[in-house]
Protein backbone atom coordinates (compact mmCIF):
# COMPACT_ATOMS: atom_id res chain seq x y z
CA UNK A 1 0.00 0.00 0.00
CA UNK A 2 1.14 3.29 -0.91
CA UNK A 3 1.07 5.88 1.84
CA UNK A 4 2.30 10.07 1.60
CA UNK A 5 1.82 11.58 4.96
CA UNK A 6 0.83 15.57 6.00
CA UNK A 7 4.05 16.25 5.67
CA UNK A 8 4.99 14.79 1.90
CA UNK A 9 1.20 16.10 0.53
CA UNK A 10 2.18 19.27 1.78
CA UNK A 11 5.72 19.44 0.32
CA UNK A 12 4.57 18.44 -3.03
CA UNK A 13 1.65 20.30 -4.17
CA UNK A 14 1.76 23.17 -5.78
CA UNK A 15 -0.60 25.39 -7.47
CA UNK A 16 0.14 24.22 -11.36
CA UNK A 17 -0.49 20.83 -9.79
CA UNK A 18 -4.04 21.38 -8.00
CA UNK A 19 -4.81 23.57 -11.24
CA UNK A 20 -4.17 20.57 -13.79
CA UNK A 21 -6.04 18.04 -11.60
CA UNK A 22 -9.19 20.00 -11.09
CA UNK A 23 -9.45 20.91 -14.14
CA UNK A 24 -9.10 17.35 -15.32
CA UNK A 25 -11.14 16.43 -12.18
CA UNK A 26 -14.09 18.68 -13.63
CA UNK A 27 -14.29 17.57 -16.82
CA UNK A 28 -13.98 13.69 -16.32
CA UNK A 29 -17.38 14.41 -13.75
CA UNK A 30 -19.26 15.22 -17.06
CA UNK A 31 -18.47 11.64 -18.90
CA UNK A 32 -20.46 8.27 -18.56
CA UNK A 33 -17.63 6.34 -17.26
CA UNK A 34 -17.56 8.32 -14.41
CA UNK A 35 -20.05 8.33 -10.81
CA UNK A 36 -20.14 11.00 -8.17
CA UNK A 37 -21.88 9.24 -4.58
CA UNK A 38 -23.83 10.98 -2.61
CA UNK A 39 -21.70 12.75 -0.03
CA UNK A 40 -22.59 11.38 3.33
CA UNK A 41 -22.28 14.63 6.30
CA UNK A 42 -21.82 13.73 9.54
CA UNK A 43 -20.24 15.18 12.99
CA UNK A 44 -18.23 13.86 16.32
CA UNK A 45 -19.88 13.64 20.08
CA UNK A 46 -19.85 17.27 19.60
CA UNK A 47 -22.26 18.28 17.29
CA UNK A 48 -20.29 21.15 16.07
CA UNK A 49 -17.14 18.96 15.02
CA UNK A 50 -18.37 17.86 11.74
CA UNK A 51 -17.02 15.54 8.48
CA UNK A 52 -17.89 14.65 5.23
CA UNK A 53 -17.40 11.32 3.24
CA UNK A 54 -17.37 11.83 -0.08
CA UNK A 55 -16.78 9.24 -2.47
CA UNK A 56 -16.81 8.52 -6.91
CA UNK A 57 -14.85 6.91 -9.42
CA UNK A 58 -13.88 7.62 -13.17
CA UNK A 59 -12.60 5.33 -15.76
CA UNK A 60 -9.13 4.62 -13.64
CA UNK A 61 -9.96 5.95 -10.42
CA UNK A 62 -12.05 5.35 -7.27
CA UNK A 63 -12.13 5.93 -3.94
CA UNK A 64 -12.79 8.07 -0.97
CA UNK A 65 -12.26 11.63 0.38
CA UNK A 66 -12.79 12.05 4.60
CA UNK A 67 -13.32 15.43 5.09
CA UNK A 68 -13.16 17.15 9.03
CA UNK A 69 -13.69 20.61 10.48
CA UNK A 70 -13.18 20.72 14.17
CA UNK A 71 -14.04 24.72 15.08
CA UNK A 72 -12.37 24.47 18.47
CA UNK A 73 -8.55 23.54 16.92
CA UNK A 74 -8.01 27.00 16.32
CA UNK A 75 -8.13 27.41 19.91
CA UNK A 76 -4.76 24.85 20.54
CA UNK A 77 -3.11 26.45 17.36
CA UNK A 78 -3.86 23.56 15.22
CA UNK A 79 -6.01 23.53 12.00
CA UNK A 80 -9.59 23.40 12.12
CA UNK A 81 -9.91 21.63 8.58
CA UNK A 82 -8.31 18.25 7.51
CA UNK A 83 -8.62 15.78 4.61
CA UNK A 84 -7.59 12.18 3.94
CA UNK A 85 -7.94 10.17 0.73
CA UNK A 86 -8.31 6.42 0.63
CA UNK A 87 -7.63 5.23 -3.59
CA UNK A 88 -9.24 1.92 -4.09
CA UNK A 89 -7.13 -1.10 -5.91
CA UNK A 90 -9.01 -1.61 -8.87
CA UNK A 91 -8.61 -5.37 -8.99
CA UNK A 92 -8.58 -6.76 -5.68
CA UNK A 93 -10.88 -3.68 -3.95
CA UNK A 94 -8.45 -3.49 -1.26
CA UNK A 95 -7.22 0.24 -0.20
CA UNK A 96 -4.30 0.94 -2.67
CA UNK A 97 -3.38 3.95 -1.15
CA UNK A 98 -3.57 7.02 1.61
CA UNK A 99 -2.76 10.59 0.77
CA UNK A 100 -3.07 12.75 4.11
CA UNK A 101 -4.12 15.89 2.40
CA UNK A 102 -4.99 18.99 5.47
CA UNK A 103 -3.01 21.17 3.27
CA UNK A 104 -3.81 19.81 0.00
CA UNK A 105 -7.63 20.28 0.54
CA UNK A 106 -6.97 24.28 0.63
CA UNK A 107 -5.07 23.79 -2.97
CA UNK A 108 -7.74 21.52 -4.43
CA UNK A 109 -10.53 23.98 -3.17
CA UNK A 110 -9.05 26.90 -4.65
CA UNK A 111 -7.99 24.86 -8.32
CA UNK A 112 -11.32 24.51 -8.72
CA UNK A 113 -12.33 28.16 -8.38
CA UNK A 114 -9.52 29.18 -10.69
CA UNK A 115 -10.38 26.47 -13.12
CA UNK A 116 -13.95 28.06 -13.45
CA UNK A 117 -12.77 31.59 -13.52
CA UNK A 118 -10.71 30.98 -16.29
CA UNK A 119 -13.57 30.33 -18.25
CA UNK A 120 -16.06 32.48 -16.40
CA UNK A 121 -14.93 35.77 -15.58
CA UNK A 122 -14.00 38.74 -17.93
CA UNK A 123 -10.74 38.35 -19.80
CA UNK A 124 -9.47 42.03 -18.48
CA UNK A 125 -11.12 41.00 -14.72
CA UNK A 126 -8.86 43.55 -12.50
CA UNK A 127 -11.04 43.64 -8.91
CA UNK A 128 -11.30 40.78 -6.71
CA UNK A 129 -13.54 40.68 -3.99
CA UNK A 130 -13.42 38.24 -1.04
CA UNK A 131 -15.76 37.38 1.54
CA UNK A 132 -14.05 35.71 4.11
CA UNK A 133 -10.40 36.03 5.94
CA UNK A 134 -9.60 32.09 7.15
CA UNK A 135 -6.79 30.23 5.49
CA UNK A 136 -9.45 29.05 2.84
CA UNK A 137 -10.27 32.67 1.85
CA UNK A 138 -5.85 33.20 1.60
CA UNK A 139 -5.78 29.97 -1.01
CA UNK A 140 -8.75 31.76 -3.34
CA UNK A 141 -6.83 34.83 -3.82
CA UNK A 142 -3.95 32.89 -4.47
CA UNK A 143 -5.22 30.89 -7.16
CA UNK A 144 -7.83 33.62 -8.92
CA UNK A 145 -4.73 35.70 -9.39
CA UNK A 146 -3.13 33.20 -11.66
CA UNK A 147 -5.69 33.16 -13.80
CA UNK A 148 -7.03 36.83 -14.20
CA UNK A 149 -4.59 40.34 -14.07
CA UNK A 150 -5.53 41.24 -10.73
CA UNK A 151 -4.49 44.57 -9.31
CA UNK A 152 -7.05 45.38 -6.81
CA UNK A 153 -8.26 42.75 -4.00
CA UNK A 154 -10.58 43.92 -1.82
CA UNK A 155 -11.24 42.04 2.00
CA UNK A 156 -14.55 41.99 3.70
CA UNK A 157 -13.98 40.62 7.14
CA UNK A 158 -16.36 40.38 10.19
CA UNK A 159 -14.28 41.67 12.52
CA UNK A 160 -10.91 44.48 11.72
CA UNK A 161 -8.73 42.45 14.11
CA UNK A 162 -9.45 39.43 11.72
CA UNK A 163 -8.98 41.60 8.41
CA UNK A 164 -5.76 42.90 9.49
CA UNK A 165 -4.25 39.88 10.09
CA UNK A 166 -5.76 38.45 6.58
CA UNK A 167 -3.66 41.51 4.71
CA UNK A 168 -0.33 40.71 6.61
CA UNK A 169 -1.18 36.89 5.38
CA UNK A 170 -1.43 38.28 1.76
CA UNK A 171 1.10 40.72 1.92
CA UNK A 172 3.45 37.56 2.87
CA UNK A 173 2.29 36.28 -0.66
CA UNK A 174 3.24 39.11 -2.27
CA UNK A 175 -0.59 40.24 -3.31
CA UNK A 176 -1.66 43.81 -1.62
CA UNK A 177 -5.32 43.86 0.06
CA UNK A 178 -7.91 46.69 1.34
CA UNK A 179 -10.12 46.48 4.11
CA UNK A 180 -13.80 47.22 2.17
CA UNK A 181 -17.15 47.76 3.33
CA UNK A 182 -19.82 44.66 2.05
CA UNK A 183 -21.63 47.33 -0.66
CA UNK A 184 -18.87 48.95 -1.97
CA UNK A 185 -16.37 46.35 -2.09
CA UNK A 186 -19.05 43.99 -4.45
CA UNK A 187 -20.06 47.27 -6.70
CA UNK A 188 -16.44 47.34 -7.12
CA UNK A 189 -15.94 43.65 -7.83
CA UNK A 190 -15.40 42.08 -10.88
CA UNK A 191 -15.12 39.30 -9.38
CA UNK A 192 -16.96 38.08 -5.94
CA UNK A 193 -15.65 35.13 -3.72
CA UNK A 194 -17.58 33.96 -0.94
CA UNK A 195 -15.30 31.61 1.42
CA UNK A 196 -17.05 31.39 4.37
CA UNK A 197 -19.42 29.33 6.87
CA UNK A 198 -22.23 31.83 6.37
CA UNK A 199 -25.89 30.00 6.68
CA UNK A 200 -27.36 33.32 5.09
CA UNK A 201 -26.72 35.86 2.31
CA UNK A 202 -23.39 37.79 2.48
CA UNK A 203 -24.34 40.69 0.59
CA UNK A 204 -27.65 42.24 -1.76
CA UNK A 205 -28.16 41.36 -5.26
CA UNK A 206 -28.30 44.68 -6.42
CA UNK A 207 -24.60 45.90 -5.23
CA UNK A 208 -23.39 42.54 -7.93
CA UNK A 209 -22.67 45.08 -11.43
CA UNK A 210 -23.29 43.77 -14.84
CA UNK A 211 -20.34 41.42 -16.02
CA UNK A 212 -18.92 40.10 -12.47
CA UNK A 213 -18.02 36.61 -12.07
CA UNK A 214 -19.28 35.36 -8.65
CA UNK A 215 -18.06 32.29 -6.79
CA UNK A 216 -19.39 30.25 -3.90
CA UNK A 217 -16.98 28.26 -2.32
CA UNK A 218 -18.07 27.28 1.42
CA UNK A 219 -22.03 26.43 0.87
CA UNK A 220 -21.40 22.77 0.97
CA UNK A 221 -23.63 21.37 3.70
CA UNK A 222 -27.32 21.48 4.23
CA UNK A 223 -28.29 24.86 5.26
CA UNK A 224 -25.02 26.70 4.14
CA UNK A 225 -25.40 29.77 2.55
CA UNK A 226 -24.03 32.46 0.83
CA UNK A 227 -25.23 34.13 -1.97
CA UNK A 228 -28.51 35.70 -2.30
CA UNK A 229 -31.64 33.61 -4.09
CA UNK A 230 -32.43 36.78 -6.59
CA UNK A 231 -28.66 37.16 -7.43
CA UNK A 232 -29.19 33.31 -8.56
CA UNK A 233 -32.36 33.71 -10.23
CA UNK A 234 -30.55 36.70 -12.19
CA UNK A 235 -27.14 35.35 -13.36
CA UNK A 236 -25.95 32.51 -15.85
CA UNK A 237 -25.57 29.67 -13.18
CA UNK A 238 -22.21 26.78 -13.38
CA UNK A 239 -21.20 24.17 -10.93
CA UNK A 240 -18.98 21.03 -10.38
CA UNK A 241 -21.71 18.77 -10.23
CA UNK A 242 -25.40 19.73 -10.44
CA UNK A 243 -26.95 17.12 -8.66
CA UNK A 244 -24.85 17.37 -5.92
CA UNK A 245 -24.70 20.99 -6.28
CA UNK A 246 -28.71 21.24 -5.69
CA UNK A 247 -28.54 18.79 -2.55
CA UNK A 248 -25.97 20.27 -0.87
CA UNK A 249 -24.58 23.34 -2.34
CA UNK A 250 -25.78 27.19 -3.03
CA UNK A 251 -28.61 25.74 -5.87
CA UNK A 252 -30.16 23.86 -2.67
CA UNK A 253 -31.48 27.49 -2.37
CA UNK A 254 -33.48 27.58 -5.80
CA UNK A 255 -33.68 24.24 -6.62
CA UNK A 256 -37.24 24.77 -6.87
CA UNK A 257 -36.69 26.67 -9.74
CA UNK A 258 -33.70 24.26 -11.14
CA UNK A 259 -36.32 20.73 -11.14
CA UNK A 260 -39.33 22.97 -12.91
CA UNK A 261 -36.48 24.15 -16.04
CA UNK A 262 -37.23 27.72 -14.79
CA UNK A 263 -32.77 27.80 -14.30
CA UNK A 264 -30.25 26.32 -15.87
CA UNK A 265 -27.94 24.84 -13.85
CA UNK A 266 -24.42 23.50 -16.28
CA UNK A 267 -21.95 21.42 -15.12
CA UNK A 268 -18.55 23.27 -15.56
CA UNK A 269 -16.40 20.63 -17.12
CA UNK A 270 -19.05 20.89 -20.02
CA UNK A 271 -18.08 24.29 -20.56
CA UNK A 272 -14.46 23.46 -20.26
CA UNK A 273 -14.89 20.99 -23.01
CA UNK A 274 -16.60 22.95 -25.01
CA UNK A 275 -19.59 21.20 -24.67
CA UNK A 276 -21.40 23.78 -23.25
CA UNK A 277 -21.38 27.84 -23.25
CA UNK A 278 -19.79 29.54 -20.76
CA UNK A 279 -19.48 33.82 -20.86
CA UNK A 280 -21.71 34.90 -23.71
CA UNK A 281 -21.30 38.68 -23.21
CA UNK A 282 -19.13 41.30 -21.63
CA UNK A 283 -22.46 41.88 -19.63
CA UNK A 284 -23.51 38.39 -18.14
CA UNK A 285 -23.07 37.82 -14.41
CA UNK A 286 -22.01 33.77 -13.78
CA UNK A 287 -21.99 32.43 -11.12
CA UNK A 288 -19.79 29.45 -10.12
CA UNK A 289 -21.43 26.69 -7.28
CA UNK A 290 -18.36 24.63 -5.94
CA UNK A 291 -19.60 22.04 -3.27
CA UNK A 292 -16.58 20.03 -4.09
CA UNK A 293 -16.67 16.83 -5.68
CA UNK A 294 -14.76 13.31 -4.95
CA UNK A 295 -13.16 13.36 -8.12
CA UNK A 296 -11.30 16.39 -7.42
CA UNK A 297 -9.70 14.62 -4.70
CA UNK A 298 -8.80 11.35 -6.59
CA UNK A 299 -7.10 13.04 -9.17
CA UNK A 300 -5.33 15.18 -6.78
CA UNK A 301 -4.13 12.29 -4.75
CA UNK A 302 -3.24 10.09 -8.02
CA UNK A 303 -0.79 13.36 -8.87
CA UNK A 304 0.99 13.47 -5.85
CA UNK A 305 1.40 9.90 -5.74
CA UNK A 306 3.52 10.21 -9.39
CA UNK A 307 5.23 13.15 -8.40
CA UNK A 308 6.25 11.21 -5.13
CA UNK A 309 7.30 8.42 -7.52
CA UNK A 310 9.20 10.94 -10.05
CA UNK A 311 11.12 12.64 -6.57
CA UNK A 312 12.56 8.96 -5.74
CA UNK A 313 13.90 8.13 -9.09
CA UNK A 314 15.17 11.51 -9.93
CA UNK A 315 19.01 11.41 -9.04
Known amino acids: MRYLAEADSAALITEDLAYTAARDALIAAT ?6 FPAVLGHGSDPRNRFTVKSGASQQLAGVKIGSYWPGNADLGVPRHNSVILLLDQDLGRIDAVVEAGVVN ?77 EQACRAADIIVTATTATAPLFDAAWVRPGTHVASMGSDAHGKQELPRELLQAARLFCDLPEQAVRIG ?25 RAEGR ?27 AAADARTTP
Do not use: K, M, N, W
Open 280 to 306: RSEQDITVFDSSGIALQDLFIADALLR
Open 250 to 274: EAQHIADLIADSTLTLTAIGDVLDG
Open 31 to 36: RPQSEV
Open 106 to 182: AYRTAAADAVAASVLAREDASTLTVFGTGHQALHECAAVTRVRPIDTIHVVARTPEHGETFLERLAARGLTGRLTAP
